[in-house]
């Protein structure tokens, strides 16, 4: 699967909308031989798997206020990222890659590719000398991927040293939430939307996505990066949300809703200090969560993430603020959800639960020495990952729980020696995992797990092999933040990784379907065209919408996936200039938040940087059709 993104170096290029660069040169040949071409359903993994059971993981909780570092913008993306240090410090470490399934060998999608100059195979460029010096979000080795165990301690380190320096990183994410309207860049919820298409047989319900005229769109707006505050390095800008009157988007220390076609200001709501988390979900009336520090962070002073705000999106204010604590030490929290009128933020060392009508505590999760919630995953329902045990005998229970009162309606007991999970879908209950670390990709992904949320029983384990398909999950310390891949219809979604084609441009990828009661692909498959790779966003009714990213020459489009048939029909693609083109590609699913909504494209960043240069640089763009 897609690696996590690394932090990329100082661009060259600038993604501004003035003249023209030159042209890119003509693509060259792979620098491989032509692969087999797959079949039409994709990789054949409607095999059941072996059993197959991680190592135990020694006890060492990730520091309070340590995100996930942000996505790996390509070089030449105009996002200046700080350089990635050195490892040696991070979680817990992982068992050696390679222990998963016997027998299961990579499948075509899996061949490692050449690099392009973005640092990543398949943009349809040119083939380009990899440096002696590998940088940062470059497969070494010849396009091979580094293995989790050390992504997951460099991106420890690299978080680590941001917030000493007063900043924090933040790996971005996105799930469908009830009114498909937050901030989106792969997974879904199972909210309403996953209801519609009914789960029989794959029909269709339609969405409320329809193809305009001409799907040729125009820059609709621009926001400029924010100014990063003396002293501190990288910000989070997470959050991004869409309601019938306004684009919202996270900025430094505070939340702007814009006009949703000219980009004008309409309202500000000031924060005390940087954004840490935001929730994808919002209520009917438009109302989502965030977590934000208390004051801006100084070198002396990082702070933690210990303020849970409610604010509302259509009057642009903080509606009310909560904090808690474990024992006499505030909650420094690593996630935030809403189902069901609650609010739940979660971490490592404790949680809590606020109504979101009043505000008032609801519940905290019981803790002791062998158990406590790392987190939850809300829309349609609520879900919490409970962790059990010791070290050497840890279990996971994912518990459906009453939003309410936190009582367990439904448990599903993990296998022992699976350290981390990551919720997919609330509704049907989807988790993803990486078993024995066996994806090897560092995408926390080797296999999903489909849940009857009612009684708690496993229904199917699909086996997902990382070479094979492209999604990722945080599952360190997010639990909601698996991107790439969307549900609905009762089946799974997923991308799978670039291989080559014939065509001209010579990389490509598809949709593919899981079956979540089977367990089986249903043989129904989304081409992504050539030079094209496409990545599912989230449900519309029940077809899917997806997000592709263009050939070198060619901007991006968005296409609706109709869910019975597969027809794909483009809903949107964007202008070819190059400088258009420069600037959508610093913010692609990967490492960004992604919008789609009534023909209104919203793409933004998920940090800003202090690193100065030449470059213009955004926090978002906007395109629209008509």
């Not at 309403?192 to 125009?218: L, M, Q, R, V, Y």
């Not at 924010?226 to 390095?233: I, M, Q, R, W």
């Not at 489009?557 to 600037?583: C, Y």
Request: net charge negative; hydrophobic share 30%; with cysteine.
């Amino acid at each position: 699967m897609t690696q996590p993104p690394q932090p990329p170096q100082q661009p060259s290029q600038q993604p501004g909308f003035g003249p023209p660069q030159p042209p890119p040169q003509p693509p060259a040949q792979p620098g491989q031989p032509p692969q087999q071409q797959p079949a039409p359903g994709g990789p054949g993994l409607d095999k059941a798997p072996e059993p197959g059971y991680g190592y135990p993981q020694t006890p060492q909780s990730p520091p309070a206020a340590a995100p996930t570092p942000p996505p790996a913008a390509p070089q030449g993306s105009g996002y200046g990222y700080p350089q990635q240090p050195p490892a040696g410090y991070g979680y817990p470490q992982q068992p050696p890659a390679g222990y998963g399934y016997p027998g299961q060998q990579p499948g075509p999608y899996g061949q490692p590719q050449q690099p392009g100059p973005y640092g990543q195979p398949g943009y349809g460029y040119p083939q380009a000398t990899v440096p002696m010096q590998l940088q940062p979000g470059q497969p070494g080795g010849g396009g091979r991927k580094p293995n989790a165990q050390m992504a997951i301690i460099v991106a420890a380190v690299v978080a680590i040293a941001l917030i000493v320096g007063g900043g924090v990183w933040y790996a971005s994410s996105g799930k469908d939430d009830d009114k498909n309207n937050s901030a989106d860049s792969g997974g879904g919820t199972g909210g309403k939307d996953a209801k519609n298409g009914g789960g029989e047989g794959g029909t269709s319900a339609g969405g409320k996505e329809k193809a305009p005229a001409d799907p040729g769109s125009k820059v609709l707006f621009q926001v400029p990066a924010p100014k990063v505050p003396k002293g501190s390095t990288t910000i989070v800008t997470s959050g991004s949300w869409v309601t019938d009157t306004v684009y919202a988007k996270s900025g430094i220390a505070e939340v702007v809703g814009y006009d949703r076609d000219k980009g004008t200001e309409q309202w500000t709501i000031d924060l005390p200090g940087p954004v840490c988390e935001a929730s994808d979900h919002v209520t009917e009336d438009n109302k989502t969560a965030i977590v934000h520090k208390p004051a801006m962070p100084t070198k002396d002073e990082p702070q933690s993430c210990t303020e849970v705000a409610l604010i509302d999106l259509e009057a642009g204010r903080t509606v009310w603020t909560k904090t808690a604590k474990t024992g006499t030490m505030p909650i420094s929290f690593n996630n935030v959800t809403l189902s069901g009128g609650t609010v739940a933020a979660g971490s490592t060392s404790g949680g809590a639960a606020w109504e979101i009508a009043s505000g008032k505590q609801l519940w905290a999760p019981k803790t002791s020495d062998s158990c406590y919630d790392a987190g939850y995953g809300g829309g349609a329902k609520m879900v919490a990952v409970r962790k059990c045990g010791s070290y050497d005998e840890r279990q996971l229970h994912i518990q459906t729980i009453d939003p309410k009162s936190g009582k367990v309606i439904s448990e599903y007991k993990m296998d022992e020696g699976i350290e981390y999970a990551g919720i997919v879908s609330t509704d049907p209950l989807v988790v993803a995992a990486d078993v024995g670390d066996s994806a090897g990709d560092g995408s926390g992904i080797s296999d999903f797990f489909s849940v009857d949320n009612k009684t708690g029983k496993l229904r199917t384990r699909i086996s997902a092999p990382g070479e094979e398909f492209a999604a990722t999950c945080d599952i360190i310390t997010k639990i909601e933040q698996c991107s790439g891949l969307a549900v609905g219809n009762d089946r799974l979604y997923i991308p799978t990784e670039e291989h080559e084609n014939t065509g001209e441009y010579g990389e490509t990828n598809e949709v593919v379907t899981f079956d979540l009661a089977t367990g089986k692909q249903t043989g129904q498959r989304a081409d992504a065209g050539d030079g094209y790779t496409i990545t599912p966003l989230r449900m519309d009714g029940g077809n899917v919408l997806a997000y592709k990213r263009g050939p070198y020459d060619k901007g991006g489009q968005v296409v609706s996936i109709d869910g019975g048939t597969f027809k794909q029909t483009t809903l949107m693609e964007n202008p070819a200039t190059e400088s258009v083109r420069e600037v959508e590609r610093s913010m692609l699913p990967e490492y960004a938040e992604i919008l789609f909504s009534q023909g209104r494209l919203y793409m933004s960043s998920v940090f800003a940087s202090d690193f100065s240069g030449s470059d213009k640089e955004y926090l978002a763009i906007a395109f629209g059709t008509g």
